[in-house]
């Protein structure tokens, strides 16, 4: 073994070894010498330092072999005889649930530890779920040079009281192996693991290669026994002092009892806890500005990113300041539009024969940019659509009024997606998938040069290359697939594949934890660093728990902490004394605001005091990072409002809304704004109020029923009318709530009935309802205004013949009934509604032409039917006072004028919870209200 030291970054102490001559006899002629490297990113940078080091000293380089652990064995060994090509994951994962859907119900019953439970028949995506399991659950033991008997052995000797129904599950797991083996050799195919082995073992190895190990601290058991079989050991090269010898093995492996009780020996402000996800993006930031303001180019910062999912979040807060980023590892092939495309595909067909598509699916691949055929007035008329009939599948034509853009939509679909959801054959799938690709993409050009249009092009290939394989016959499909299963499962598989990004030279490197090692910039942050993440845990297994992996002597939490213990390590140890800056970020709660405990690395080799220290300041909680100023321009500021011409129509309804605010009057009503969106699962108040006014307005109408005051004729009408009504909006396929919510409607009603055969008998009659009353009356403003155009939409009114008395009713169907003063008026005088003194308004002048009365104030009741939950509470309110609605009408006046006029600037404080967020945010009262980005520092946002 050869010790570097910590003193130099690893890449570059080792190129300089190889160039030795003392050390590599033939150098630079490195043709005969293989490199053993961790990682692909590593060999690269390797590589590119050996040929600058030969440029410098005037030496032309003959490249050597640069390796990682897993492809040693393939490197150092021929072809065996006969040899099969080498299965992708894909194809085993196929072979294993070809496998697990042959074996009969007692094996699977042992498998899956369910003795005498019945099943039904698992689909495939559930067979490769499970397939896709057991087969890395055999790369563990088969890497580990072990086989399934050697876990029956050891269950047997150290697990005496779990045996008996284990070791009948892994003898069920050894034939799954053998038979799913089987099942590839039958498509020239062997399993990457089975392949390993006989070559690590039976091989004949190439002669004349020089083996180096450089940093290399861990791989696989049977790879370490291959490297027995060579003729000349190899070579380790340990980046770690001398003084660290104890924690290696003879082949440079680490010993994990070494690095368990090693301090960390951390610096002080190297530390950097902050509360959540967000704030560790911002405290990022603040650290490499302060990097970058200390003269540390951008290029010679790196950023580790050990949880992913919280890499968005921290891509956009460096490049909002102007810090470019590279991932390292890549974008995963399921980023690109085509794979997203076609999960929305298999959304849409991932359906029973006999049912339509899934709203949801219909809803979401209609909005895929890359589908022809659909714009975005078609999404608009798709929320509309969603909102009214509330669809949990999608079939237009089981509901009335289906507009043309929905039926477009359908039409469209149906023309694009001419497949069905049942069974095919995986060749006839691949054929439609090709097709569609083709019909879809066949005429677009990429760039394959630019972030987007590399992806792009990759995940085509990867596509074509999947689709040819299987009109070939050459991957184990089942003979018969949904094709929702077959399009899932090559996306779940190829999805994963990393899409290189484009070089670029004054970006940060966004790179995995233990890349570190190798990397050679001195300011590095690591985010993060929490349990979990740092060191990462070996998920529990229902099939290899801790206990049995320990007992194996497979890689368990144990050498999982080592490992990352050695790197912390070697990371710290390469940019101590003034070599570089490295600081540790360790968020209270994950990416996904789950709360996380600081890294066990965090505390290691602390004692008594020191040891509570950490623990205090690790532990607390922090205030949220202040925001930063937004770079290169001013931030949000509230939106100003333009004069629009006068309103000449004004609805009653909508000057409750003035009321509560002339800023949200304006967005609402003068410029028609509205937010649309498909999520409503359920009927919202309002619309359990319109299919309640529809059911009152069809009764209203009806001359017969309407003058009975039998309650339970007029209970089986309105009950007849809302299963008309509901079939009529609704369809069939309605998404759950609605039944339920359709039943407490039913209750109401009810209540109605009982209400209005009373009111009947008392000798009230309907005289006009709301399908036949579209009202509208001239309102003249004050001063040189002039008049605007007053309409609404009257419930009902009634007539008394006995009394000559008229009643204008308006339907409440709110949880608990209220009379109209309260509504109308404050107790402190301001009105929040002016709805019945207007009504009058709009009656008086058609009372006078349909009937010839006069309606006033004073034989003219303003009233609530009150229909809440409780049927038993249907009743009439009290009538609005008198006096109000004199006063009703004469601010009313009022309030036009004000909107004639345009005053609109007042912005009083909305109520979130009875408002659409987007007038929130257009009212200014929801976001970053700054106005510029200096207040926004200021402020924290």
Request: aromatic share 6%; glycine share 8%.
């Amino acid at each position: 073994m050869i010790f570097f030291g910590w003193n130099r970054p690893l890449l570059h102490a080792a190129a300089d070894w190889l160039l030795a001559v003392e050390n590599v006899a033939a150098t630079p002629d490195l043709s005969e010498v293989i490199l053993v490297v961790r990682g692909s990113r590593a060999g690269r940078r390797l590589l590119e330092l050996l040929a600058l080091k030969c440029a410098e000293q005037g030496m032309i380089l003959v490249p050597p072999q640069i390796v990682t652990p897993a492809h040693l064995v393939r490197r150092l060994t021929l072809d065996l005889p006969d040899e099969l090509e080498d299965a992708s994951p894909l194809a085993s994962a196929l072979a294993w649930a070809e496998a697990i859907g042959r074996i009969g119900k007692m094996d699977r019953q042992k498998l899956l530890r369910r003795p005498g439970q019945e099943e039904t028949e698992p689909s495939l995506r559930a067979l490769l779920g499970l397939g896709r399991h057991l087969h890395k659950v055999w790369k563990d033991i088969g890497g580990a040079g072990l086989g399934f008997q050697d876990v029956i052995r050891v269950l047997g000797e150290r697990f005496p009281h779990i045996a008996d129904f284990e070791i009948p599950r892994w003898e069920v797991l050894e034939d799954l192996h053998r038979r799913a083996g089987k099942f590839l050799e039958s498509h020239g195919l062997i399993d990457h693991t089975d392949l390993l082995i006989k070559r690590a073992r039976v091989g004949e190895l190439v002669a004349g290669k020089k083996v180096i190990l450089i940093g290399v601290a861990e791989m696989p058991r049977v790879v370490r026994e291959f490297l027995d079989r060579l003729p000349e050991p190899p070579v380790a090269l340990i980046f770690a002092p001398e003084s660290e010898r104890a924690g290696f093995d003879a082949m440079g492996m680490l010993r994990p009892e070494h690095w368990e009780k090693r301090p960390a020996d951390l610096e002080a402000g190297q530390i950097h806890p902050v509360e959540r996800d967000r704030d560790q993006a911002l405290r990022t930031v603040q650290i490499m500005q302060a990097w970058r303001e200390a003269g540390v180019a951008t290029n010679q910062m790196t950023l580790a990113v050990p949880d992913m999912k919280a890499l968005p979040r921290l891509r956009e807060a460096l490049e909002a300041q102007q810090f470019r980023t590279r991932s390292a590892q890549g974008r995963p092939a399921s980023d690109a539009p085509v794979f997203q495309l076609f999960r929305l595909v298999a959304q849409y067909l991932d359906h029973a024969p006999d049912e339509p598509p899934a709203y949801e699916a219909v809803a979401a691949l209609a909005r895929h940019p890359d589908l022809p055929g659909i714009n975005a007035a078609d999404w608009s008329a798709l929320d509309q659509f969603a909102t009214r009939h509330l669809p949990a599948r999608f079939d237009p034509g089981s509901v009335e009024e289906a507009s043309g853009e929905v039926l477009r939509i359908e039409s469209v679909l149906e023309r694009f997606i001419d497949l069905g959801p049942g069974k095919i054959s995986p060749k006839d799938a691949a054929e439609w998938t090709l097709n569609f690709l083709i019909r879809i993409y066949g005429e677009r050009e990429e760039q394959a040069n630019s972030p987007e249009g590399r992806i792009a092009v990759q995940a085509f290939q990867l596509l074509r290359d999947v689709l040819a394989e299987t009109k070939q016959g050459a991957l184990p499909w089942a003979a018969q697939v949904r094709p929702a299963d077959f399009l899932l499962i090559i996306l779940d598989f190829l999805g994963e594949q990393p899409v290189p990004e484009p070089a670029a030279d004054d970006a940060i490197q966004i790179v995995g934890w233990l890349e570190l090692v190798e990397d050679d910039t001195p300011a590095v942050v690591v985010t993060s660093f929490y349990e979990g993440a740092i060191p990462e845990s070996v998920s529990s297994d229902p099939f290899l728990p801790g206990s049995l992996r320990q007992a194996l002597a497979l890689a368990d939490n144990a050498m999982r902490f080592a490992r990352d213990a050695y790197a912390l390590a070697a990371i710290m140890g390469s940019r101590a004394q003034g070599r570089g800056g490295l600081a540790l970020i360790a968020p209270r709660f994950d990416s996904a605001e789950n709360p996380v405990r600081p890294s066990r690395l965090l505390l290691a080799g602390l004692h008594a005091e020191a040891l509570a220290r950490r623990v205090w300041y690790l532990a607390g909680k922090r205030s949220p990072e202040p925001q930063l100023a937004l770079t290169g321009g001013v931030g949000f500021s509230i939106t100003e409002i333009e004069v629009r011409p006068k309103m000449e129509r004004i609805r009653v309804t909508s000057l409750r809304d003035y009321l509560e605010s002339p800023r949200k009057f304006y967005f609402a009503h003068v410029l028609r704004l509205r937010a649309e969106d498909d999520a409503v699962l359920e009927l919202e108040g309002a619309s359990v109020g319109t299919l309640i006014h529809e059911v009152l307005a069809s009764f209203g109408a009806n001359a017969a029923m309407r003058d009975s005051s039998d309650p339970e004729a007029i209970e089986i009408f309105v009950a007849g009318e809302l299963a008309r009504v509901v079939r009529e909006r609704f369809g069939e396929w309605a998404q759950p709530a609605v039944e339920i919510q359709v039943e407490e409607v039913a209750k109401r009603l009810r209540g109605f009935a009982r209400a209005q055969a009373a009111l009947r008998r008392e000798g009230w009659t309907i005289r006009d309802v709301e399908k036949g009353s579209r009202l509208e009356c001239e309102l003249v403003a004050e001063g040189d205004l002039g008049s605007v155009t007053l309409a609404g939409n009257i419930d009902r009114i009634d007539f008394h013949a006995l009394e000559r008395k008229w009643r204008i009713i308006d339907y409440k169907t709110s949880r608990r009934g209220k009379d109209p003063g309260p509504e109308h008026r404050r107790r402190n005088g301001e009105w929040k509604d002016f709805q019945l003194p207007l009504y009058l308004k709009l009656a008086a002048p058609h009372a006078q032409k349909e009937w010839g009365a006069e309606l006033t104030p004073e034989n003219c009741e303003l009233t609530y039917f009150l229909l809440p939950e409780d049927e038993g509470g249907a009743k009439i309110s009290k009538p609005l006072p008198a006096e109000l609605i004199e006063e009703g009408g004469a601010k009313a006046t009022e309030t036009i004028s004000k909107i004639l006029r345009g005053e609109f600037m007042e912005n009083p404080a909305l109520d979130p919870n009875r408002n659409d967020p987007a007038l929130l945010a257009l009212c200014g009262q929801v976001g970053i209200g700054s106005s510029d980005a200096a207040t926004a520092t200021e402020t924290g946002g």
